[in-house]
Nanobody
């Protein structure tokens, strides 16, 4: 099982930037797909971005394309989410997650980090 710990959340003004990091430990990190999700109060958890091992395949939700960038460093067992041009509607708890070894579902989750964007 992969253990995940997020960091980098906080309070930022509209238009600002934050960089979230996720440190992974446990089973082989470099062979799993990683993703960033968020969940706002009263809403379902939503997938924002995913990246395969090696970083060759990256996908984004439409509403974050051009503003958020996912990256990973397999040598350091980290995955990051650079968030620019933040809006109040980006306020949520952000989670990193790892897919299982056969890539069928996200099976490991971090504890989450709060991002609050003030207007």
């Amino acid at each position: 099982q992969v253990q995940l710990v997020e960091s980098g959340g906080g309070l930022v003004q509209t238009g600002g930037s934050l960089r979230l990091s996720c440190a992974a430990s446990g089973r082989t990190f470099s062979r799993v797909v990683m993703g960033w999700f968020r969940q706002a109060p009263g809403k379902e958890r939503e997938l924002l971005a995913s990246i395969n091992w090696g970083g060759g395949i990256i996908r984004y939700a439409e509403y974050v394309k051009g503003r958020f960038t996912i990256s990973r460093d397999d040598a350091k067992n980290t995955v990051c989410l650079q968030m620019n041009s933040l809006k109040p509607e980006d306020t949520a708890v952000y989670y990193c997650a790892a897919k299982n070894s056969d890539g069928t579902r996200y099976s490991a989750w971090g504890q989450g980090t709060q991002v609050t964007v003030s207007s």
